[in-house]
């Protein structure tokens, strides 16, 4: 199944929906209609035990009945997943882009983290202040989205505890992030975590070990690999994570980037204003998200 966000309008909080031939299922409004009760947000969704049951059975009810279902022309897309608890990344984690760099491939996987207010979603504009950052950069990543609380879980049984995946955009503001000495800063920027179109759940997905992962701005392709380069699988980073500290449904884990994001790039391609950048993962779609000044 495929999870989105959407809104009626600007202000409405966005509720949790899925795509059908008929048009988008408000899951909550047609669950209740079928007395089941569906939460508004993927997120509170996620938290019950029962969510992917919920989800059919309303979506049944939706195309059986016409009840919940919305026209997507009245829609705006929010990112599949708002106010995740963490957002957890991980640093040089492809094969090739650690090659590239000449890094040594590291022993344990590195984590840092983005705040949960950097969430944008799809058609949405990624925004900075040019006097506080001047190196913004691009960096195509596969996401999981933890599902079962997970807490000291074994890589084994690490999948038991991924809902799904979507495509993220891990913003980066490089001259921060280097210059701060430590990275939460110069990638916490408010908009700097596009995320979407859609919450693609694990059994729609298949291997998450063997799929294309690309980056384009305006339309050239500057990132070109695959998630077979992953030096650290989905299972052992829930694993890994799950030792430190206790994943929630809903977090968010950015996996990584290929080679050829723009800093490193000769010469070096960094965003600017009128900048459109797509990063796409082969099965779960592509996000664009134009750049702006604020
Ligand atoms: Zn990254």
Request: hydrophobic share 35%; proline share 6%.
């Given at each position: 199944m495929r999870f989105g966000q959407y809104r009626t309008h600007d202000a409405e909080e966005p509720w949790s929906g899925v795509r059908t031939d008929d048009g988008v299922v408000d899951l909550a409004t047609a669950g209740e209609a079928a007395g089941v009760d569906v939460p508004r947000r993927t997120v509170d969704l996620l938290a019950d035990w029962e969510w992917r049951r919920k989800a059919e059975l309303a979506v049944e009810y939706a195309v059986e009945t016409g009840v919940g279902v919305r026209d997507p022309a009245d829609l705006t897309r929010a990112a599949p997943v708002t106010d995740p608890q963490k957002v957890v990344c991980v640093g040089l984690n492809y094969r090739d882009h650690a090659e590239e760099g000449d890094h040594d491939v590291p022993d344990e996987p590195v984590l840092f983290s983005k705040f949960p207010t950097a969430v944008t979603g799809p058609g949405s504009t990624v925004s900075w202040d040019p006097e506080f950052t001047e190196q913004v950069d691009y960096e195509a990543e596969l996401v999981a989205v933890v599902g079962e609380e997970a807490r000291r879980v074994d890589s084994e049984d690490a999948l038991d505890h991924v809902a799904g995946f979507t495509v993220g955009n891990d913003v980066s503001a490089r001259d921060i992030q280097h210059g701060d000495?430590?990275?939460?800063?110069?990638?916490?920027?408010?908009?700097?975590?596009?995320?979407?179109?859609?919450?693609?759940?694990?059994?729609?997905?298949g291997d998450p070990h063997d799929l294309d992962i690309w980056a384009e701005v305006n339309g050239?392709?500057?990132?070109?690999?695959?998630?077979?380069?992953?030096?650290?699988g989905i299972d052992e980073l829930v694993s890994v994570c799950s030792r430190a500290f206790t994943l929630k449904?809903?977090?968010?884990?950015?996996?990584?980037t290929p080679p050829g994001v723009g800093v490193y790039r000769e010469p070096p391609v960094l965003l600017e204003e009128g900048d459109s950048v797509t990063v796409?993962?082969?099965?779960?779609?592509?996000?664009?998200?134009d750049c702006a000044f604020d």
């Amino acid at each position: 199944m495929r999870f989105g966000q959407y809104r009626t309008h600007d202000a409405e909080e966005p509720w949790s929906g899925v795509r059908t031939d008929d048009g988008v299922v408000d899951l909550a409004t047609a669950g209740e209609a079928a007395g089941v009760d569906v939460p508004r947000r993927t997120v509170d969704l996620l938290a019950d035990w029962e969510w992917r049951r919920k989800a059919e059975l309303a979506v049944e009810y939706a195309v059986e009945t016409g009840v919940g279902v919305r026209d997507p022309a009245d829609l705006t897309r929010a990112a599949p997943v708002t106010d995740p608890q963490k957002v957890v990344c991980v640093g040089l984690n492809y094969r090739d882009h650690a090659e590239e760099g000449d890094h040594d491939v590291p022993d344990e996987p590195v984590l840092f983290s983005k705040f949960p207010t950097a969430v944008t979603g799809p058609g949405s504009t990624v925004s900075w202040d040019p006097e506080f950052t001047e190196q913004v950069d691009y960096e195509a990543e596969l996401v999981a989205v933890v599902g079962e609380e997970a807490r000291r879980v074994d890589s084994e049984d690490a999948l038991d505890h991924v809902a799904g995946f979507t495509v993220g955009n891990d913003v980066s503001a490089r001259d921060i992030q280097h210059g701060d000495g430590q990275w939460v800063r110069g990638k916490s920027l408010d908009t700097f975590a596009p995320i979407g179109p859609d919450l693609v759940t694990t059994d729609e997905v298949g291997d998450p070990h063997d799929l294309d992962i690309w980056a384009e701005v305006n339309g050239r392709r500057l990132q070109e690999s695959s998630t077979a380069e992953l030096i650290f699988g989905i299972d052992e980073l829930v694993s890994v994570c799950s030792r430190a500290f206790t994943l929630k449904p809903g977090d968010l884990i950015f996996t990584g980037t290929p080679p050829g994001v723009g800093v490193y790039r000769e010469p070096p391609v960094l965003l600017e204003e009128g900048d459109s950048v797509t990063v796409g993962v082969e099965g779960l779609g592509e996000l664009t998200n134009d750049c702006a000044f604020d």
